[in-house]
């Protein structure tokens, strides 16, 4: 898989670019075409006293430099990249939402053969996921890049809670008459979900209680409303198995943890944080007192339960690698169990505002709020906003730690069992 980061820098000679179309993108950000312009801007404002010009100044600097850098990129896809036979999908959201986008588009190419595949984000550090798809190149780019650029390929769609076509020319239906058809089938989700998408992810609850009417989850929806068979969801993610073997952690069992609360303030990050894994935690290790807890992900307090600390301190292919040898993962609703969807290991997972019903992985134990529970996307701020105005949402202060751990236990033995007999 290629992948085209995102311009760093405004700097970029236009001339260059046009000269040299096979010139690799890596090299295009030297030269000193747009730095000039973006240092003249800099200079008008410095001899201006602070004030409310003078802020309007910065404001209007700061657009033009991305400005620059998005048309920097646009030009360099626009001239120096033949995008004719390709196909353009672009995917919106978090870690869990590329993971169900990148194996939809592993079952589109396994379904309807050989096709070249730019895969647009506004979100960073995604690349990684679409590495093991070799026709597949990722490009981290704002929204408006993407739309200027869109006309460049035969074939463009986008990938939100659903699949919505924004481009196909007549050569497209040619080549590739079969998802052509499949195109067709998704018209009346289209038809459906036309205010959804035009206002994403705002009413985003929208399509999942239409999925959740029609007995479809998330993680198959888009094979459900494209009709693409779903090719499972076990994925060959990128892994790094250095970490867990210099902690010995490769030939013993171990389960993980990942905690998003502050426990310095006792508030949470957002509505969906659970503010007793640590109490988790320690109930299972009351009852398995040798099993080792590794505590992971990249926000949250430390957990007084956790044996190892590595929050904050794995790259992705080595979180992969730590929730791959898991025997069970705990967390929240969120990036790191669709991570362990791929590597096959169960997670215990506690919901509450995310519905559960559209959310759950069927192999995982998973927790349904007590009282409250499916408010999301029901207003703007709903991750940092409890829809009662409750400091503590009650959908998950409210479940007991304990009712957690011992809904876990008896599927943490059996794991525990067959992988001692397996050795």
Partial sequence: MKWLPQ???????????????????????????????????????????????????????????????????????????ERRDSIAIRVTGGMGDHIVAVRFI????????????????????????????????????????????????????????????????????????????????????RKMFSHAIDAHPHLDFHPALVAQFQNVRRDTFLNHVSGVPFGGHQYPLPEDASLVQSLGLDHKPYITVHNSFNEESGRPRATRDYPFLDDVVKEVKAQLPDLPVVQVGVVGGTLSS???????????????????????????????????????????????????????????????PRVCGDCWSLTLDWQKTCLLGAAEPPCMFTQPPKAVAHAALPHLRVLLSEKRRSG
């Avoid at 700097?11 to 240092?39: F, N």
Wanted: proline share 5%; aromatic share 8%; glycine share 6%.
């Fill in 7 to 81: 311009v760093s820098s405004p700097s970029v000679r236009l001339d260059h670019c046009i000269a040299e179309r096979s010139m690799p993108l890596d090299s295009i950000w030297s030269g000193g075409g747009v730095d000039t312009v973006w240092k003249n801007v800099q200079r008008q404002s410095l001899g201006i006293a602070m004030s409310r010009q003078d802020r309007g100044l910065t404001r209007l600097s700061r657009r033009t430099r991305n400005g620059f850098k998005n048309a920097a990129l646009a030009l360099h896809l626009a001239i120096n990249v």
């Fill in 106 to 189: 592993r079952d589109l190419l396994s379904h309807f053969g050989h096709a070249k595949i730019d895969v647009y984000s506004v979100t960073g550090g995604m690349g990684w996921l679409y590495e093991p798809l070799p026709d597949v190149t990722f490009i981290e780019a704002p929204r408006r890049v993407f739309t200027w650029v869109t006309r460049r390929y035969i074939l463009v769609l986008q990938i939100t809670h659903t699949v919505d076509l924004v481009h196909m020319s007549s050569a497209a239906a040619e080549r590739w008459p079969e998802l052509s058809a499949m195109l067709q089938s998704i018209a009346p989700y």
């Fill in 306 to 368: 956790a044996d190892y600390n590595l929050s904050s301190k794995t790259t992705q292919p080595q979180i992969t690698s730590v929730l791959a040898n898991s025997s069970m993962h705990f967390d929240m609703e969120g990036g790191l169990v669709h991570i362990a969807s791929c590597v096959g290991t169960p997670c215990c997972v506690v919901f509450g505002p995310t519905p559960i019903g559209y959310y759950a992985y069927p192999n995982n134990i998973n927790i349904a």
